[in-house]
T-cell receptor, first 112, second 113 residues
Framework: KAGVTQTPRYLIKTRGQQVTLSCSPISGHRSVSWYQQTPGQGLQFLFE???????NKGNFPGRFSGRQFSNSRSEMNVSTLELGDSALYLC???????????FGPGTRLTVL | KQEVTQIPAALSVPEGENLVLNCSFT??????LQWFRQDPGKGLTSLLLIQSSQREQTSGRLNASLDKSSGRSTLYIAASQPGDSATYLC????????????FGEGTQLTVNP
């Protein structure tokens, strides 16, 4: 069974631009969560989608948004990029809220 | 607000040693607790999941325990190997937070040959 995949793996953007990251969960998993990891803040929860509905949201500004498609694939979008958005963005999937979560390899975003 | 703390922040041991990593959480109303390892620049690899009704889980040389009432979990690694060198993270899922995980800062483990 294929694991969680994330694309692209690396991105370099400049301040003010926007970016879209993609996550494909493990086949059959309906829950997708997104996290931001930085050296200073550690792993911070962004949001969670389950069956195309946002079920939970972390404490991030509205520049961070996401969506989930009918095939459970998810995208997150960051608009008006800031230098502080440079981070490793991780996606996790699980079959339901009670189950083990599996993470993808992440997308390394660098904002210049 | 749930807070997760991991002690120690870093640990260096010689190969073959048995070791214990600690994780504590402030709100005992958790659904489960999960241990991960992370290699530099990589994603997270799930090691063990313990449901709130369980006391421990084992996988190979790894054993994780959970004391929900006291807000503590430990990860025991037997006969450590250089390949075990990584950052170990614990994360809790609360009863009312869906799939949201709250992570500790991690323990950076180095196993010296």
């Amino acid at each position: 069974k294929a694991g969680v995949t994330q694309t692209p793996r690396y991105l370099i953007k400049t301040r003010g631009q926007q970016v879209t990251l993609s996550c494909s969960p493990i086949s059959g998993h309906r829950s997708v969560s997104w996290y931001q990891q930085t050296p200073g803040q550690g792993l911070q929860f962004l949001f969670e989608y389950f069956s195309e509905t946002q079920r939970n949201k972390g404490n991030f500004p509205g520049r961070f948004s996401g969506r989930q498609f009918s095939n459970s694939r998810s995208e997150m979008n960051v608009s008006t990029l800031e230098l502080g958005d440079s981070a490793l963005y991780l996606c996790a999937s699980s079959s339901d809220y009670a189950s083990e979560q599996f993470f993808g390899p992440g997308t390394r975003l660098t904002v210049l | 607000k749930q807070e997760v703390t991991q002690i120690p922040a870093a640990l260096s041991v010689p190969e073959g040693e048995n070791l214990v990593l600690n994780c504590s959480f402030t709100d005992s109303a958790i659904y489960n607790l999960q241990w991960f390892r992370q290699d530099p620049g990589k994603g997270l690899t799930s090691l063990l999941l313990i449901q709130s009704s369980q006391r421990e889980q084992t996988s190979g040389r790894l054993n994780a325990s959970l004391d929900k009432s006291s807000g503590r979990s430990t990860l025991y690694i037997a006969a450590s190997q250089p390949g075990d060198s990584a950052t170990y993270l614990c994360a809790v899922r609360e009863e009312t937070s869906g799939s949201r995980l709250t992570f500790g800062e991690g323990t950076q483990l180095t196993v010296n040959p």
